[in-house]
């Protein structure tokens, strides 16, 4: 198993940048996909960005493709989600999640362990 922590939301003009981070511990964070999820108020959890656990392959919702960028450093058992040109839209709670298995997994339920999420919020 792996416990993950986000941290790095907070307050950002629309335009602005955050970058994300997650950090795991109690596991081999090295062999687990990656997920970012966001979920904003009176909606459904949905889908950011995947990474594969081998590196290298990345998968982008429409909806931040060209704009996000997921990365991972598996020596300091971290994930990253830099956010650019961010936009009030983006204003969610942000998830990190890890799992095994087949790869691009884009459904909150294809994996396995949750952080307990941070808050971006985008103003106009």
């Known amino acids: 198993q792996v416990q993950l922590v986000e941290s790095g939301g907070g307050l950002v003009q629309a335009g602005g940048s955050l970058r994300l981070f997650c950090a795991a511990s109690?596991?081999?964070?090295?062999?687990?996909?990656v997920g970012w999820f966001r979920q904003a108020p009176g909606k459904e959890r949905e889908f950011v960005a995947t990474l594969k656990w081998s590196g290298g392959s990345t998968y982008y919702a429409d909806s931040v493709k060209d704009r996000f960028t997921i990365s991972r450093d598996n020596a300091k058992n971290t994930a990253y989600l830099q956010m650019n040109s961010l936009k009030p839209e983006d204003t969610a709670v942000y998830y990190c999640?890890?799992?095994?298995?087949?790869?691009?997994?884009?459904?909150?339920?294809?994996?396995?362990?949750w952080g307990q999420g941070t808050q971006v919020t985008v103003s106009s």
């Open positions: 109690g596991g081999s964070f090295s062999r687990y996909h």
């Open positions: 999640a890890a799992g095994l298995g087949s790869w691009p997994r884009s459904l909150p339920i294809q994996y396995d362990y």
